[in-house]
């Protein structure tokens, strides 16, 4: 379990977990619906790096400097 002042650092917003903790996959007993939670949730955050990757007016250096 992550510590209490860590707890924020875990929690996601996309569509799929809707602010639980990243945890609540491992309380999903259905191998094939805990496969697709976690699937659906890395490819919501993927498209959010595209998006934010992609915003008009970034230059080659702006998206450079994103990942750092």
């Given at each position: 379990m992550n510590a209490p002042?860590?707890?924020?650092?875990?929690?996601?917003?996309?569509?799929?977990?809707?602010?639980?903790?990243?945890?609540?996959f491992a309380l999903i007993e259905n191998h094939g619906k805990r496969t697709d939670a976690a699937f659906r949730h890395s490819f919501q955050r993927l498209l959010d790096v595209k998006e934010g990757l992609f915003r008009p007016g970034l230059t080659s250096a702006d998206r450079r400097n994103s990942w750092i």
């Open positions: 002042d860590q707890a924020n650092y875990w929690q996601c917003e996309c569509d799929t977990c809707n602010g639980r903790g990243l945890g609540h």
